[in-house]
């Protein structure tokens, strides 16, 4: 009887390696989408050890399906998903533009400099928080960092994760895997770590791993934006747009310097209309007062800039005697959209005061662009023609009504949602919040996300449509998928087993050479199993093989707290991969292609490294 549970258990085993094989394989090439793979995964773990089950110590089967798809309620997946929601809230309010702001002041207003900045603040910050809400704040600011120099997302959020995970190592709380493998100790009969006990080999390693993110990873990683921000910033097309300047705004009193407003980069001034006086270019000591007109040529990018974060920037009346101070293009949820003028629309020949174009379609027209040549002429004055695009602004609802307008075509892949700036105060104080106690530990980090998100909706920061929307698919299958095939290895022996197997091999080797062999195990499984699942499972192998080979069981322990947070090879084995893998517009190969190279040169740091200071 035990002959066949033992052969059973064996290839139990064997079937998890297969399925894990499978899997990666998987993801890596993306034939399926990964949501489908995530639950066919779960699907199938669930099945064959409802017929093949795992006997535990009271008989009972260890992986029946509650079980593997007990993942849906793990806390990392709630607390993942309910940051997300919070971060979108932070977004939408638009309070992050002040940090971007001044990480690029910090960066001199160089592109590479302020990027090696923002990564050297999450190394230093995410050694006294957790990673998770760290890579939270910043990824809008790195975003908006990359957006205002040009630079792919794929570039740079990659690096962001890698900061992260680099500056969680430094001390005990800077990871939560980091505390695990401490309480593991404890419980082992060793003496836990103190705050600071690897800190000197926690920062040998983060910098020799910084040196790889900074100069190798972004050359490693692809050059990916998404389809729809390609389309949106069409390649620098030009649009004509009149701004008038208000009390308030951060324009008024800028002087001209040779000729040239350094407001906004991508923004030409074309003449300003100052009461009946016309000034035209070259502006020579010029500087603008409230109330000048302002004609510009710009980018679609620079007028969203300009109107989502300057308040003090107004759209020109059209002095049809309206009022329009509370106009819907003003309050509430805002969308800017393109539309294109029809061919023989009622709109060809007149101008947009004739037209009432605002009252009657209830957007306001920021721009139009013509194809054949950039215009002069004051927008409210244009006489528009066929083909002439109109860059327009108004609620959700009304620009969606465009669509069955037969004057105008509604650019369906042009929509964007400018940032409400009047919910900031209330956003801040929500993230706020949830940072705080999630850091001081008033509250664990899953309650906090909790609250946090749930803050959004209720105060109306996000509605629940797009909290809805800001939630990913791909973490909410791979989490649960990453916990169970994790789950599988260590139920069915299958991680104690490859353990073992590198032990027998090098028998007799010196332990420096153990400890190097170690770390590479437990680095390569974490990226299978998890960061957390590989600490809990290794510490006590760790405990075992130090005190087999007589040597100082820190060393052991300290290389499972290093080699469990080289999870970075995949986007299942750190939560702050999932974090990035939207906005980076990442596939599951990307991971591999500059985490492979990271986990490497940890390594061989490490290698270099600890056994001179544990003296080994």
């Known amino acids: ?54 006997a535990g110590a009271d008989g009972a089967n260890v992986l029946d399906a509650e079980r593997v798809i007990g993942g849906f309620s793990n806390s990392a997946l709630i607390t993942v998903l309910a940051l997300l929601v919070v971060g979108q809230g932070m977004v939408r309010a638009g309070v992050l533009d002040r940090g971007a702001q001044l990480v690029m002041s910090l960066g001199g207003g160089l592109k590479w400099p302020t990027i090696v900045v923002t990564l050297l603040v999450v190394l230093l910050v995410s050694g006294f928080l957790n990673n998770i809400p760290v890579v939270v704040i910043c990824i809008p600011i790195m975003e908006a960092v990359a957006g205002r120099f040009a630079v ?85 097309r030009q649009f004509l747009a009149e701004l008038i300047i208000a009390e308030g705004s951060e324009l008024v009193g800028l002087k001209s310097r040779g000729g040239m407003f350094g ?44 109107v989502a974060h300057d308040p003090h920037l107004l759209i020109p009346d059209l002095k049809d005697g309206r009022e329009t101070e509370g106009a819907p293009w003003t309050v509430g949820d805002r969308v800017l959209a393109e539309v294109m003028v029809a061919p023989a629309s009622r709109m060809n020949g007149y101008t947009l005061r004739q037209i009432g174009f605002r009252h009657k379609y209830r957007t306001v027209v920021l721009a139009v662009q013509r194809q054949a040549r950039m215009l002069r002429t004051p927008v409210t004055e244009i006489r528009l023609e066929e083909g002439d695009v109109l860059l327009v602004q108004g609620q959700p609802d009304d620009i969606a009504r465009l669509r069955a307008n037969r004057d105008v075509v509604l650019l369906e892949w042009s929509q964007a949602e400018l940032p409400a700036l009047d919910h900031a105060r209330r956003a801040t104080l929500i993230f706020a ?23 959004m909706v209720a105060l109306g920061v996000l509605s629940i449509q797009h909290a809805v929307r800001s939630l990913d698919t791909k973490i909410f299958t791979m989490i649960p998928a990453a916990l169970a095939m994790g789950l599988a290895m260590q139920e ?125």
């Open 1 to 54: 009887m035990e002959a066949g549970a033992a052969v059973s258990g064996t290839l139990s085993m064997w079937v998890t390696f297969a399925l894990i094989a499978a899997a990666l394989a998987l993801y890596a090439v993306e034939k399926i989408a990964i949501e489908v793979t995530s639950i066919g995964l779960l699907a199938v773990i669930a099945i064959y050890f409802q017929f093949f089950p795992v």
């Open 152 to 236: 792919s997302p794929s570039k740079v959020m990659m690096p962001l994760s890698f900061a992260a995970v680099l500056g969680g190592m430094t001390t005990l709380i800077g990871s939560g895997t980091n505390l695990l493998v401490s309480g593991a100790m404890d419980e082992l009969g060793e003496t836990p770590f103190s705050f600071f006990q690897f800190t000197v080999p926690g920062l040998v390693l983060a910098a020799a791993g910084l040196v790889f993110v900074v100069l190798a990873a972004p050359r490693l990683l692809p050059d990916r934006a998404s389809y729809a921000s390609q389309l949106v910033e069409g390649e620098g």
């Open 263 to 306: 407001a906004y980069g991508e923004m030409t001034l074309r003449m300003i209309q100052r009461n009946e006086e016309a000034i035209m270019p070259p502006f020579e000591d010029v500087t603008l007062r409230v109330g000048d007109v302002l004609v510009v040529a710009a980018t679609r990018k620079a007028l969203e800039e300009a």
């Open 433 to 455: 919040g949830v940072v705080f106690c999630a850091a001081t530990g008033l509250l664990p980090v899953v309650v906090a996300a909790l609250g946090g998100a749930v803050a």
């Open 492 to 616: 069915t022996g299958g991680a104690a087993y490859l353990a073992q197997t590198m032990i027998d091999a090098l028998f007799g080797a010196p332990p420096w050479v153990v400890l190097s062999a170690f770390f590479l195990l437990v680095a390569a499984l974490s990226n299978v199993i998890s960061a957390k699942a590989a600490a809990v499972l290794f510490t006590p192998i760790a405990v075992g093989v130090a005190r087999e080979l007589g040597v100082p069981v820190e060393a052991f322990a300290v290389a499972v707290v290093f080699a469990a947070n080289c999870a970075v090879a995949t986007p299942i084995g750190y939560q702050t991969s999932l974090l990035v893998m939207g906005p980076g517009h990442y596939t599951f190969a990307d991971f591999a292609r500059a985490g492979v190279p990271l986990v490497i040169v940890l390594w061989l740091a490490f290698t270099l490294f600890a056994p001179w200071y544990y003296g080994l």
